[in-house]
């Protein structure tokens, strides 16, 4: 679970191959398991967000539940400038539509009517995307809307995008929405994602674009290779696609697979002193100077040696069964 203490954790130690020349103002790469930094330019300048700000509401969303859940649009959310799902007032979506709407289609109108349907109105859900800013330790953001229009008190920096989305990632149900590349909403909308990463980035598993003339161009995605999950986040980058690509591309070259466990071999002892051998073997991508920690599963015993956990910076990554020695 990433939090405040997340900004404590160290950049990873770069290997010789260079960093891609990127051409956005501010830039992060983080790791979606750990939180930590592989690169990052100006990661807490606050900037403008745009349409990122839906990140936030999407997540609120799939917090809310009851994706079926029956909305009719109301007055406030017709005829919203600038991205649109072109709504009716009084036309029926579920919130799950009204979901894919946001992410897909970046929909201000989407988005401000699923923001009303959950919090009973606009202020009242800007009101709970600030109190889960806090909690999310997100140190440098502010909301004054839920669909990223520019206005001002609306801004977020590169590393408080990247931690929102590695917590919402965590949430099922964002992230299949996420990596939707195309959905047919209330009959007759065909929705295809602005994300164009999910067609030609290898892994790419989403997130939202972002644009106004005052921000630039935005862009937060995740990728997964090797088994693990990077972030990116580029803010004010014309090139976003090619620089985005690049930076996934260098950034997983930073990993070696590396062997944890071998099947048979002894892993930990027991608080017996016993020998705990692994019942199969575990081979984890690893980045420069990350060394995985075993600990033994609470409620080992006898009858049921359970398993041996791998954190890696305190999260954990893995389990690998056991029997005694």
């Known amino acids: 679970m990433l939090c405040a203490a997340c900004f404590a954790l160290p950049v990873f130690a770069q290997t010789a191959a260079p960093v891609p020349a990127v051409s956005a103002g501010c830039c992060v790469v983080m790791d979606a398991d750990t939180g930590a930094l592989l690169w990052s330019r100006h990661p807490d300048t606050p900037a403008l967000m745009a349409s990122t700000t839906k990140i936030m509401t999407a997540y609120l969303a799939c917090l809310a539940g009851?994706?079926?859940?029956?909305?009719?649009?109301?007055?406030?959310?017709?005829?919203?400038?600038?991205?649109?799902?072109?709504?009716?007032?009084?036309?029926?979506?579920?919130?799950?539509?009204?979901?894919?709407?946001?992410?897909?289609?970046?929909?201000?109108?989407?988005?401000?009517?699923?923001?009303?349907?959950?919090?009973?109105?606009?202020?009242?859900?800007?009101?709970?995307?600030?109190?889960?800013?806090?909690?999310?330790?997100?140190?440098?953001?502010?909301?004054?809307?839920?669909?990223?229009?520019?206005?001002?008190?609306?801004?977020?920096?590169?590393?408080?995008?990247?931690?929102?989305?590695?917590?919402?990632?965590?949430?099922?149900?964002?992230?299949?929405?996420?990596?939707?590349?195309?959905?047919?909403?209330?009959?007759?909308?065909?929705?295809?994602?602005?994300?164009?990463l999910l067609w030609h980035c290898p892994g790419c598993i989403g997130v939202k674009t972002g644009y106004t003339k005052a921000a630039g161009r935005l862009l937060v995605s995740a990728a997964q290779r090797m088994g693990r999950t990077l972030i990116c986040v580029t803010v004010n980058d014309p090139d976003d696609w090619r620089d985005h690509m690049a930076l996934y591309d260098w950034a997983f070259g930073q990993y070696e697979i590396r062997t944890v466990a071998r099947a048979g071999a002894p892993l930990l002892r027991a608080p017996d002193g016993t020998p705990l051998l692994a019942r199969a073997g575990l081979e984890l991508a690893l980045a420069p100077g990350e060394e995985p920690r075993l600990v033994c599963v609470p409620g080992l015993s006898y009858a049921d040696p359970g398993a041996v956990r791998v954190l890696l910076n305190g999260k954990a990554v893995a389990e690998i069964p056991v029997s005694r020695g």
């Open 66 to 196: 009851e994706p079926e859940r029956p909305v009719a649009i109301p007055a406030e959310a017709v005829g919203v400038e600038g991205s649109s799902l072109y709504l009716k007032q009084g036309e029926i979506l579920t919130r799950q539509e009204l979901l894919l709407g946001t992410l897909l289609q970046s929909g201000n109108d989407a988005a401000l009517a699923l923001a009303i349907d959950v919090a009973g109105s606009e202020a009242a859900f800007v009101e709970r995307m600030n109190q889960s800013a806090r909690e999310l330790g997100l140190q440098n953001t502010r909301y004054a809307n839920p669909h990223g229009l520019d206005q001002e008190g609306n801004y977020s920096t590169a590393r408080d995008l990247a931690l929102l989305t590695a917590r919402a990632l965590e949430n099922p149900a964002f992230r299949q929405a996420a990596a939707t590349r195309s959905a047919s909403v209330a009959g007759n909308r065909v929705l295809r994602n602005h994300n164009k």
